[in-house]
């Protein structure tokens, strides 16, 4: 949630940044409202002031015996009153708080403007593999090598479903494994979330309510997207110490989404679904440490992808290809040779302290003084869906086997995977 003191004394700025984003926000209607909700709280609070001297004065009285009749018509008056009035106030809170939840984060002033096409690439790392051969797609690969089951998975579940078989899953459970490791290593503290969340979980994250509709939803609970949605609330509510950040924490789940594949090109195999794995990073940090946080989720993210042996890019995401409440994004795509495209397999983001606001996440500073909100980040450590595909086009031989990468095969697989 953004600022709302920034809102009252730098409108423009916000303006200005909502619209790299495409988002055209009435801000002169939203101050107005706030003035009027403003001034509406102020006379509530006079009528409760009011309304507790006249009851201390008709104590009084009832102590002396005194007569108290008048006073006490008078306070019936004052209760009808400032019923009214704190109904006024409520009507008016409720559309401040939902002007405010509507908006998305502000860009960084250096995050591009516009959608995905103005996405900027950073850096590209090593080069697209040369085959001498005729290479085939991950998906042709995946059935001659047993690994993925996309009929079956199909018949379990519907559509964007697969199942991982033999070799497959043990390549899949070996990525997780390897990411999960090495993150533990580096001082992350492993977290194994529960998937059912709350609808305050979902709104801390900044996912709702604009996008409530586009989670699988169970009664009064939905199935977590992300991780990131788990681990941002993991301090709802909480102020912390100083000395206590950062907390860095990494966690394994499945990821649920309702968007999924179609049988274009693009989408095929496990490059869309509804469910996937991902392991993920996420920090709570100082706001002057930032900056520095979010370069160091990008170096791990980048460091796996390149343990891999697999040809990557970075590229900075423009506003409006931004999710809602981050304020920047870098994405590590890899290469897909059968599309001639990359696909992203990890996003790098900083929320600044936008998802803070929303859930009330502070820390305390050790000289003292007001509570701030912390900081935010989070970065895909790494989703596995679009890798499996990678390793397999990347990796691949002449003779139809697909060599593992030599960071996997502590985990019990062969050097190489051959036909089924």
Known sequence: MLDVTLIRNHPDQVRDGLRKRGVDADIPAFLALDTEFREARTAVERLRGERRRISAEVAVRHRTDAPADELRAEAKALTDRLTEAEAGLARLAARHQEFLDALPNLPDDDVPMGGKENNQVVRSVGAPPAFGFAAKDHVRLAQELGLVDYERGTRLAGNGHWVYRGEGAALEWALLNHFLDAHRRAGYEFVLPPHLLTYEAGYTAGQFPKFADEVFRMGEHFLLPTAETALVNLHRGETLDEAELPRKYVAYTPCYRKESGSHRTADRGT????????????QFVRPEDSDAAHLELLARAEELVAGLGLHHRVTHLAAGDTSAA????????????????YAEVSSVSNARAYQARRGGIRYRPAGGGKAEYVHTLNASGLATSRLLPAILEQHQRADGTVAVPEVLRRWGLPEVLGPA
């Open 326 to 341: 981050q304020a920047r994004t870098y994405d590590v795509e890899v290469w897909l040779p059968s599309l001639g495209a």
């Open 271 to 282: 490059l869309r679904g509804h469910q996937f794995n991902k392991v993920e990073l996420f």
